[in-house]
């Protein structure tokens, strides 16, 4: 919306600043975390009022989850409203890719409030059905992979491209659209079962933010992608915006997340934020790198897979509890540490991830 006074720039002006993503995503990380401080405190008071005993704790889980009896959940909600504020302010509004990965981010966090709601008020870990949440998530990320490859360039429609290799592209053809649809929905699904413990996944969110941020403003600059050997695709480097606007309202949100938390992130913003991943990867055609900067998301993923599937053909478990960072708390690792470890393989993560778009 800013960007409009553009118009009334002359070249030289405060005005021109407007023009610069640079100067857009500092300015939308900055509005997004003082909305985040702003509001943290009124929204968990809201949700406090509104919820009663709080999110439901799992019988199951680790004995040290029954000291968070009461904890108000939904504080998603907080994240996606400082980033829907300072997105819609900052990022231009005539480009796709920024409404394609906001609709997308909303669509999924719908879905989580829906299944955040239902535990609330029935008092049940068990929400919305998982089909259903799986049906729903499949539904909006076809018609996201869909809109991303009508505005990516004719030469990279339907392309996968892969991280280290200069000049390789898969032509998926029709399969691209189920690829992206995993991509999307497998990123979201991956992110919800990461959160578990106070502040363990929105600090890797943040990160991979961060560094999708970085990969969208190169992708989106053709000098950048000349000189690195990196597909062009005109108009992503207008995502660094929303990355910015994430991160900023993501350190909000963990202002009162940390440990002991005031508020849970809920399935409102853990799905909608790991939808949103997936999204700008497809969007960036960088897909497989999110499987690297989100590695840590994978892994939780895995060690649900594997735990299930290994039970069932053996009625015995790899791990003493999934996700996998369950399995640490049983064997004994304090929260923060499991937490702040966890923090340090996304970092590793991520400098890999970069480290994509120069090696080839």
């Not at 995503?25 to 985040?36: C, D, S, V």
């Not at 796709?96 to 535990?119: E, M, Q």
């Not at 990461?194 to 989106?220: E, K, Q, R, S, W």
């Amino acid at each position: 919306m800013l960007y409009l006074l553009t118009e009334f720039s002359g070249g030289g002006d405060v005005f021109n600043l407007f023009r610069y993503i640079t100067f857009r995503a500092g300015g939308a990380f900055l509005t997004a975390l003082i909305f985040g401080f702003m509001f943290g405190q009124p929204l968990i008071n809201i949700l406090r009022r509104k919820q009663g005993k709080g999110q439901p704790i799992r019988d199951d889980g680790p004995a040290s989850h029954f000291v968070k009896a009461g904890t108000p959940t939904m504080g998603g909600l907080l994240i996606l409203s400082a980033l829907l504020f300072s997105t819609l302010l900052w990022a231009r509004l005539d480009n796709p890719y920024v409404w394609i990965v906001l609709l997308v981010t909303i669509a999924f966090g719908l879905i989580g409030f829906a299944d955040d709601y239902a535990k609330v008020t029935k008092q049940t870990t068990k929400g919305v059905s998982g089909k259903v949440r799986f049906s729903a998530g499949l539904g909006i990320a076809a018609l996201a992979t869909f809109a991303a490859a009508s505005f990516h360039p004719p030469e990279l429609t339907s392309q996968l491209a892969f991280p280290f290799l200069k000049d390789l592209l898969l032509n998926l053809s029709v399969f691209f659209i189920p690829f992206g649809m995993i991509v999307i929905v497998g990123s979201a699904n991956a992110v919800n079962l990461t959160d578990g413990l106070d502040g363990l996944a929105i600090m890797p969110v943040m990160i991979a933010a961060g560094t999708f941020g970085v990969i969208a403003y190169v992708v989106g600059n053709f000098n950048y992608t000349s000189y690195l050997g990196v597909h062009f695709v005109p108009g992503t480097g207008e995502l660094l915006i929303f990355c910015a606007a994430l991160f900023g309202g993501g350190m909000g949100f963990l202002w009162y997340n940390a440990p002991p938390a005031a508020v849970f992130m809920g399935d409102t913003g853990s799905l909608a934020l790991g939808g949103a991943l997936g999204a700008i990867a497809v969007c960036t055609k960088h897909e497989i790198v999110l499987a690297i900067v989100g590695g840590l998301f994978v892994v939780e993923a895995l060690s649900v897979i594997i735990q299930v599937l290994y039970f069932k053909s053996t009625g015995k478990r790899v791990f003493l509890m999934a996700p996998i960072h369950h399995h640490f708390e049983k064997k004994g690792w304090a929260e923060p540490q499991i937490v702040i470890r966890f923090w340090i393989i996304s970092l590793i993560l991520a400098l890999i991830g970069l480290a994509t778009l120069k090696v080839r």
